[in-house]
């Protein structure tokens, strides 16, 4: 149901978006990725002088797109405002808080369903994902230098996975916990080990996470498909960050050219050290 209302709000919200985005054509939506401050100092030091703001623009790469459906989907702001407010950043915030309200609300449902009584593994998860959205709001402004902020548009995709897809499917091992958790806990310079080694932190914290959820219930009467339902979190990680890789790859071939076809030669896995 809160899936429903949260592809529901998105439809009308990128539809809104791109019938106004089709009045007022924002000056970005002729381009793949929106202008960053590192391109503007770049272009600075090559010149001497600071560039205007068509001849930089004309230096990323062109939107080609002609498909409504795929505009609609993907979107024509990079950062719209409402009021005086960065939409873009006001969905990931929304987002977060609701992530930490079904986290919160999971560890009410099984400390009901548990006898008043919350195991440490529902503890430890709690904690867990509870520091990982303080982290990321503490240092907000470290949010404004990644992928989303300067490649993706404010569409339908974005939308839905600001209040769909992050608050209800980054926690779904905690549904897990909060049905079947036991009262124990289940007993049993980064940049030269790989390229894009935070992509590995990223996955192996995924891992951390689903790892609870799994370990409670393998091994015993429970079906095997519950058991795998924690491993979606991590693996929508893993092949998300494998294509980004790709696209991030190419931007720094092109930028940095030569230098970096040795970097790589220095440090040829791309993720995981000795793997990819």
């Given at each position: 149901m809160c899936w429903f209302w949260?592809?529901?709000?998105?439809?009308?919200?990128?539809?809104?978006?791109?019938?106004?985005?089709?009045?007022?054509?924002?000056?970005?939506?002729?381009?793949?990725?929106?202008?960053?401050?590192?391109?503007?100092?770049?272009?600075r030091q090559k010149s001497g002088?600071?560039?205007?703001?068509?001849?930089?623009?004309?230096?990323?790469?062109?939107?080609?797109?002609?498909?409504?459906?795929?505009?609609?989907?993907?979107?024509?702001?990079?950062n719209p405002n409402i009021f005086g407010v960065d939409a873009k950043m006001a969905l990931y915030c929304v987002g977060a808080v609701m992530l930490q309200?079904?986290?919160?609300?999971?560890?009410?449902?099984?400390?009901?369903?548990?006898?008043?009584?919350?195991?440490?593994v529902v503890k430890v998860y709690v904690f867990m994902f509870t520091w990982f959205i303080l982290e990321y709001s503490f240092f907000e402004n470290v949010h404004l230098y990644t992928y989303d902020l300067f490649a993706e548009k404010v569409g339908f995709k974005l939308i839905f996975g600001c209040l769909g897809f992050y608050p209800y499917l980054y926690c779904i091992g905690g549904i897990v916990l909060?049905?079947?958790?036991?009262?124990?806990?289940p007993e049993n310079g980064f940049w030269g080990i790989s390229r894009h080694v935070n992509y590995l932190g990223e996955i192996v914290q995924g891992i951390a996470l689903a790892l609870p959820g799994f370990l409670v219930l393998y091994?015993?009467?429970?079906?095997?498909?519950?058991?795998?339902?924690?491993?979606?979190?991590?693996?929508?990680?893993?092949?998300?960050?494998?294509?980004?890789?790709?696209?991030?790859?190419?931007?720094?071939?092109?930028?940095?050219?030569?230098?970096?076809?040795?970097?790589?030669?220095?440090?040829?896995?791309?993720?995981?050290?000795?793997?990819?």
């Open positions: 949260a592809a529901f709000l998105g439809i009308g919200l990128a539809l809104t978006a791109n019938v106004e985005a089709r009045k007022s054509p924002p000056i970005d939506s002729k381009f793949q990725r929106c202008l960053t401050r590192d391109q503007v100092t770049q272009e002088e600071l560039l205007k703001l068509e001849k930089l623009l004309h230096k990323l790469p062109p939107n080609s797109n002609k498909i409504w459906l795929v505009e609609f989907y993907n979107g024509s702001h990079f309200l079904n986290i919160l609300s999971m560890a009410v449902l099984h400390y009901q369903n548990n006898g008043g009584i919350i195991a440490n909060a049905t079947y958790a036991p009262h124990a806990f091994g015993t009467t429970t079906p095997s498909w519950i058991c795998m339902i924690p491993w979606i979190y991590p693996l929508y990680y893993t092949l998300l960050f494998i294509q980004r890789e790709r696209e991030d790859n190419a931007l720094c071939k092109s930028k940095y050219g030569k230098s970096w076809d040795e970097y790589c030669l220095q440090v040829p896995y791309r993720i995981i050290p000795y793997v990819y």
